[in-house]
């Protein structure tokens, strides 16, 4: 199975663009590459998902190389309610036995 | 339109007692899985359920077990609780098991408390 490796926190401060790297270097050929959100006491919140390139929502953007090696989610413009913690998945989603392997996540704190 | 439910909200029980936590998924929503998050870590799977049949299962013991009910809503149940069992337990519905893309929607959880 795809490991992920993403840094444990992050600082940022309001109205800056925020870059999220996650290291996956066995990706596997069929494999999808999915970011969470999730606040204190809540459950986690899709936020993006890609296979290879860019793909851009209405609330991030996923950056993904050509050796899939790596993904990079891109926050523009953070505000406070975006403090919470990044979870970056990799796997087909469901040829895993259908689990979300969930690595620690990334703390994102945005100050004032 | 409603999202994931889960019920209770929180939950104190002791060492030892039995715990039954319960999970609507979204409407028309044929997939249910579980899983347990302690403090500070990620979510870790438990059991995933489809068409009513458990399609996987997570590295917890035997005393987790879980079931889907016709109208596709959920119960896990956790026997001989432990302190270690105290978690947040989650709960997330799709529309299919095998779909690469399919979206996970995730519930509020169920903080338990073992005491």
């Known amino acids: 199975l795809a490991k992920t490796t993403q840094p444990i926190s992050m600082d940022s401060y309001e109205g800056q663009e925020v870059n999220i790297t996650c290291s996956h270097n066995?990706?596997?050929?069929?494999?999808?590459i999915t970011w969470y959100q999730q606040f204190p006491s809540q459950g986690p919140r899709f936020i993006i998902q890609g296979y290879k390139t860019k793909v851009t929502n209405e609330v991030a953007s996923l950056f993904i190389p050509a050796d899939r090696k790596s993904s990079t989610l891109s926050l523009p413009r953070v505000s406070l309610s975006d403090t919470a913690v990044y979870y970056c998945l990799v796997g087909g989603v469901y040829n895993q036995g259908g689990k979300l392997i969930f690595g620690q996540g990334t703390e994102l704190s945005v100050k004032p | 339109d409603a999202g994931v439910t889960q019920s209770p909200t929180h939950l104190i029980k002791t060492r030892g007692q039995h715990v039954t936590l319960r999970c609507s998924p979204i409407s028309g929503h044929k997939s249910v899985s579980w899983y347990q998050q302690v403090l500070g870590q990620g979510p870790q799977f438990i059991f995933q359920y489809y068409e009513k049949e458990e399609r996987g299962r997570g590295n917890f013991p035997d005393r987790f077990s879980a079931r889907q009910f016709p109208n596709y809503s959920s119960e896990l149940n956790v026997n001989a609780l432990l302190l270690g069992d105290s978690a947040l337990y989650l709960c997330?519905?799709?529309?299919?098991?095998?779909?690469?893309?399919?979206?996970?929607?995730f519930g509020p959880g169920t903080r338990l408390t073992v005491l």
């Open positions: 066995n990706i596997a050929t069929n494999d999808y």
């Open positions: 997330a519905s799709g529309n299919s098991y095998d779909s690469y893309t399919d979206t996970q929607y």
